[in-house]
């Protein structure tokens, strides 16, 4: 112990062989010893397709992200491949005549979502493209699956669907299906149904963790799925669980997922960190919503500093394993910030 520089002090400082600040004191010694890095490589873009209309929608709960018509999706993706992305992830706002209880719209190979996927294909064969395996968008009562007369989710009959749901996905030509629905079993049953006729080429991104979070609102405006209150809990992991989550991850690794999603990012890093300790597999983290409504209506009202947040939020999903981050704030991330 050495006596502080003021001789009139009798405060004593630890170990000053030891500073840690030397490695901070400038920009090239911070470069030098930085850990981790943001890069454009890093994202996938959520994009919210209607079938119907000519010119983009504003969604509420989304400042700066609209639904995107069918008539301007090339120029939609024209401006994502300009700031360097080249990966998109879609999602269908279905017209309310084309959704029902049995979510049969779902398994169209001429709906939709296949229309999309063969449109983008042609056009933008160099775009990698994943979409969700989830009933959501096409039930009239907004879950992920089919249910039983008391309101019951359905598990195996669900799979059923989802299974079929991906096949023509797969047929249409996505480059990985990305199950959002949290249904038992379904990983091993996609990948056997896909091998089964040919697929093995098309991919999986299973969104494995899915918690029962309040932070959906916007997407769930956005397609017009229900509200942020309509209750998942019997599908989608408690947000009290740790272990339980691990659990998912592991058995959708050994169904045959080949990437893993987690979803929300933020109040689940400690999720993603310790999955990164055991599986080999990619990780991906979803910037939900509600994670970016956060954010962007906090810096619209000036109470916090857009780049500086945005810039440490997906900093720290980086940091806590990720390998891959969808999220709303990508195309903004590489005007701003990349
Ligand atoms: C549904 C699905 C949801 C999201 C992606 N796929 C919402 C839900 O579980 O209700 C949420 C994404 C977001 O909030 O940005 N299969």
Not at 92 to 97: G, K, L
Not at 264 to 284: F, H, M
Request: hydrophobic fraction near 40%; charge should be negative.
């Amino acid at each position: 112990m050495t006596k502080t520089t003021n001789p009139n002090s009798d405060i004593l400082l630890g170990n000053p062989h030891i500073r840690l600040r030397r490695l901070r004191q400038s920009v090239p010694i911070r470069a030098l010893t930085q850990e981790h890095v943001l890069t454009k490589n890093d994202f996938i873009y959520p994009i919210f397709i209607a079938e119907e209309g000519n010119e983009p929608t504003p969604i509420t709960g989304l400042p700066g992200i609209s639904r995107i018509p069918f008539a301007s999706l090339s120029k939609e993706i024209e401006s994502i491949l300009e700031v360097g992305i080249r990966s998109i992830m879609l999602f269908p706002v279905i017209d309310r005549a084309k959704k029902s209880a049995c979510a049969q719209e779902a398994i169209n190979p001429n709906g939709f979502m296949p229309r999309c996927i063969r449109h983008i294909k042609q056009h933008f064969p160099e775009l990698l493209l994943f979409v969700d395996v989830a009933l959501d968008p096409y039930t009239s009562h907004g879950h992920d699956g089919l249910t039983d007369a008391l309101g019951d989710v359905l598990n195996d009959e669900t799979v059923h669907m989802l299974c079929q749901q991906s096949l023509v996905l797969a047929q249409s030509g996505v480059d990985y299906v990305c199950p959002s629905d949290m249904m038992d079993g379904r990983i091993g049953a996609i990948r056997s149904h896909l091998d089964t006729h040919g697929h093995h080429k098309t991919g999986i991104l299973a969104y494995s963790l899915k918690f029962s979070s309040g932070l959906y609102g916007p997407f769930r405006e956005a397609v017009g799925s229900g509200s942020h209150a309509l209750d998942k809990r019997t599908y989608q992991v408690n947000p009290a669980n740790s272990r339980e989550a691990l659990h998912e991850v592991l058995l959708d690794v050994s169904e045959g997922a080949d990437i893993i999603m987690i979803k929300p990012g933020l109040p689940y890093l400690d999720i993603v960190a310790k999955a990164r300790e055991k599986i080999l597999n990619p990780i991906a983290i979803y910037q939900v919503s509600g994670e970016y409504a956060m954010i962007k209506l906090a810096a619209q009202n000036k109470v916090i500093d857009e780049e500086r947040v945005v810039y440490e939020t997906l900093m720290s999903m980086k940091r806590a394993g990720a390998d891959i981050i969808a999220t709303y704030y990508a195309k903004w991330a590489c005007q701003h910030l990349l």
